[in-house]
């Protein structure tokens, strides 16, 4: 999972996809690659998603694709079948987490409280999702609640934005942020996918900055 995680860092944004119809899967595959951003976490809150998934990742290999909301082991199966790489849920299910680290399928479990990450790193996870960020506590959240798990990296999604996100990648035990202001559904709705790329690009350029100011 270790070569997943790093390019999940590499990226330092995911795009948190909700599709409606696959037909929009690739138009935005493409919106996203044009922006730099090969990445995406399709959620399963459609029927779509599958579809979605198996269209984004036969037609663009390159891209980084996970499932997210995945709440069932059926739901993770039908992830896998259509291509995904990884997946990421709003919560710890045991089952489900113990289903993917019993097949070796990478799952970054959301997590919101201490509890939680014991859990996944009694699972031997090295990173989960810190969900919803934002509402949760943000980063001082995150900074106080990490500081016993020295191992333990986060994904932080929910309320991350364009403005936020320095403040987010700013500290190190942040993998990478979720974020949907780039790919809204409105967006999606109406075929901006221009607007997709644009945004898309922005964040990029953004994560590069920090990054710089960083080293």
């Known amino acids: 999972m ?8 590499t990226f330092g944004v995911v795009p948190v996809v909700v ?10 595959a493409q919106a996203l690659c044009d922006g730099h951003l090969p ?11 599958k579809e979605a998934i198996r269209l984004m990742t036969s037609h ?9 909301t995945v709440l069932t082991t059926d739901q993770v199966d039908s992830a896998m079948e259509a291509g995904a790489r990884f997946i990421v849920s709003p919560g710890l299910n045991p089952k489900v987490v113990k289903y ?8 970054l479990p959301g ?10 790193l009694e699972f031997g996870l090295k990173a989960v999702k ?14 106080a609640v990490a500081a016993p798990y020295t191992s333990l990296r986060f994904l932080p999604t929910g309320g991350i934005n364009a403005e936020n996100l320095k403040e987010y990648l700013s500290y190190p035990r942040i993998l990478a942020c979720g974020g949907s202001w780039m790919v809204k559904s409105q967006y999606i709705h109406e075929h901006r996918f221009d607007k997709i790329t644009r945004l898309t690009r922005q964040a990029v350029e953004l994560v590069r900055e920090i990054r710089r100011e960083r080293s």
């Not at 019993?102 to 799952?107: C, E, G, K, V």
């Not at 810190?130 to 900074?143: H, N, R, S, T, V």
């Open 60 to 68: 663009h290999p390159e891209m980084l694709i996970g499932a997210g």
């Open 39 to 49: 990445c995406a976490e399709v959620t399963f809150r459609t029927e779509a998603a």
């Open 111 to 120: 997590c919101a409280n201490p509890s939680d990450m014991e859990a996944a």
């Open 130 to 143: 810190f969900f919803p960020a934002e509402q949760a506590g943000g980063l001082a959240y995150i900074k």
């Open 2 to 9: 270790n070569t997943l995680l790093d390019q999940i860092e």
């Open 100 to 107: 993917c680290v019993d097949r070796r399928i990478p799952i």
């Open 19 to 28: 599709l409606d119809h696959a037909d929009d899967a690739l138009p935005l």
